[in-house]
């Protein structure tokens, strides 16, 4: 390495808002192999700050061929597993020039003074907003009067980098910074009023990560782990960046008592498959029952993190964590690298048949509901994106039958006529409780349906909406956080009070919900939503319980409206807001010929 001749680069790049607190980590807990080859591609000094989704890069190169290096760096293995992971965090500038991921600055102006080597270095960056006349300036205008830089004793160089309205200022210092009077100098030179604001630091090539395992944190993850496959290997490989990965599964007889079903993989495969990967400290089974059948291991455990996927998340878990003093961490899913997003729902199936949510109405599709006022149900077609619980509400049960009737996708056809078919085949003769329409409707049917009932199985009338602009809307006003799953023992059909006034709330109801959701009026649409669910919950109370009405009570604030995802008491709180809610799933509606 040679160091007199030295080369600074930097760089920007957009951060996601949502991935903000999970790249800082995962910088906190690098891979060792990717520093190794920063040191060894000849970078002595690299940092990473960040300032309201900006991420601006300060490196310094010191060796003798800069273009070989750099595809040493890109060659390296462990370095594109790493950029696996944080590329789907970031998103690149309009300002980049072609093929550059990072986009390069303008080195501007480098200063610094003399001094005898220091063991300790203070590091910080600044964003400058400026005028485009001050950047079109040399630096050369700006060295005339450097003298300043002198007068700061503690500063070791200065360095400025051209943006497109902007400066990045990085500086070192032997000391902490604890007053502006060199920004003050600064912006003097650069004859600007504005002030410099404070970049923080993610990341610097001397951070280490805990350097003993007994230091190590401890990390908390439970599930199904049913037919594994790359979606939970991405997701525990990020998991282990907060520490050693503890998995607690769920025993089979407590999935088939949640799920309905046995899983493919008995309790000890499972735990086998686990313990067998390199991400997984130790896996156990789970010795309680019911959702919260992982509690005797949590407390055992004592973990510093619970870590889930944005879809198992629960009000419960984490209402658990905090009494128990533990940080709550939900991970969205990002795939590994290039691979497809994976759930074992979707591996199971192996298809692209599509669950459905009733937005209003749900009810009226049958007779002895409707028979005392008729009115709409509101569906959309839900893209399997998501592995959804069984018996939520999703209309899963119908869904099965739609994968036992076509295997892997609807076929093409008429799909009113594809529709009754299905809903024929869920409902033989002699059926004592019949299924709704809105059920096989709702999958077969794409996009936002409104489905007319007069007191018949089937409705009188079925309006759909395609538009894209509708659908992008509803889609991004609607969030779910998951409930549990509805056990088997559940019953919604007893103590119902059906009358009509009830049933015309509900129709009113659902009236009112469509013709908000034509307006894209997000309060209104809240609010119509809510009442359609409360008018449900009037004729049927066993659809809530204590514990959800708990849950509604800790987000309405954050909601124009709510419900649940269907008559089972259980699933997921569907909320209409303006914004995504924290910890929330959304959905991604079917468009239409989209099979």
């Known amino acids: 390495m040679n160091s007199e001749n030295a080369q600074s680069f930097g760089s920007i790049i957009g951060l996601k808002q949502e991935y903000e607190e999970r790249y800082i980590v995962l910088h906190q807990h690098i891979f060792p192999e990717v520093l190794e080859c920063i040191h060894r591609s000849n970078i002595s000094d690299y940092s990473i700050f960040l300032l309201d989704g900006i991420l601006f890069s300060h490196m310094v190169y010191t060796g003798g061929d800069y273009e070989a290096d750099m595809e040493t760096i890109g060659n390296d293995t462990p370095t594109k597993e790493w950029w696996k992971l944080t590329d789907p965090m970031q998103y690149p500038l309009e300002c980049r020039k072609k093929n550059e991921w990072w986009a390069g600055l303008e080195t501007w102006f480098i200063a610094g003074n003399k001094f005898h080597h220091i063991t300790k270095v203070f590091r910080y960056a600044f964003y400058l907003p400026v005028s485009s006349d001050i950047i079109e300036r040399t630096s050369g205008c700006f060295a005339q009067d450097t003298a300043f830089i002198e007068t700061h004793q503690d500063l070791q160089c200065l360095k400025i980098f051209k943006g497109v309205d902007c400066l990045y200022l990085y500086l ?127 407390r055992d455990i004592m973990p510093d993190f619970f870590v889930v996927n944005e879809d198992g998340h629960t009000p419960a878990k984490q209402a658990l964590c905090m009494e128990m003093g533990i940080e709550y961490k939900v991970l969205k899913r990002i795939p590994h690298g290039e691979l497809p997003v994976r759930s074992t729902t979707m591996l199971r199936t192996e298809c692209t048949i599509p669950f459905r949510i009733d937005l209003a109405g749900g009810w009226l599709d049958q007779p002895f509901v409707s028979e005392f006022y008729p009115g709409p149900v509101l569906t959309i077609s839900i893209e399997p994106t998501i592995e959804f619980n069984e018996r939520s509400g999703m209309s899963s049960s119908t869904r099965r039958k739609a ?63 395609h538009d894209e602009s509708t659908l992008t809307w509803i889609e991004n006003s609607l969030n779910l956080v998951t409930l549990g799953p509805r056990v088997s023992s559940y019953s919604v059909i007893a103590n119902t009070k059906i009358d009509m006034e009830s049933a015309k709330s509900l129709s009113e109801a659902a009236e009112d919900c469509w013709k908000a959701i034509l307006k894209k009026d997000i309060q209104a649409f809240g609010d119509a939503f809510r009442r359609s669910f409360d008018a449900q919950v009037t004729m049927f109370p066993n659809m809530v319980d204590e514990e959800i009405i708990q849950t509604i009570e800790q987000y309405k604030d954050r909601a124009w409206g709510w419900k649940l995802s269907g008559a089972g008491g259980g699933g997921y709180l569907i909320m209409v807001s303006h914004e995504p809610i924290e910890g929330a799933m959304q959905i991604k509606i079917r468009r239409k010929n989209n099979f």
């Open 403 to 465: 994968i036992e009737l076509w295997r892997n996708e609807i076929p093409h056809g008429d799909a009113e006529q594809l529709a009754r078919m299905l809903f024929s085949f869920e409902n033989p003769p002699g059926t004592k409780e019949v299924a709704g329409s809105q059920d096989s409707l709702g999958i077969v049917l794409p996009g936002l349906n409104k489905l007319d009932y007069d007191g018949r199985y089937w409705p009188e009338k079925i309006t759909s909406i």
């Open 172 to 298: 070192e210092t032997s000391q902490p910074m604890e007053t502006p009077d060199l920004f003050h100098a600064v912006c003097r030179e650069l004859n600007t009023t504005v002030l410099p604001q404070a970049m923080k630091e993610v990341f610097h090539t001397e951070l280490k990560t805990s350097g003993s395992v007994s230091e190590k944190k401890k990390v908390f993850v439970t599930g199904c782990f049913d037919l594994l496959h790359s979606g939970h290997i991405a997701f525990l490989q990020e998991a282990e960046t907060y520490g050693d990965v503890y998995v607690s599964i769920g025993s089979d007889a407590n999935v088939h008592y949640l799920k309905g079903r046995y899983p493919v993989n008995t309790q000890e495969e499972r735990k086998y498959m686990l313990d067998a990967l390199s991400c997984v400290k130790n896996c156990i089974i789970n010795s309680g029952w019911g959702y919260i059948d992982f509690e005797k291991e949590l």
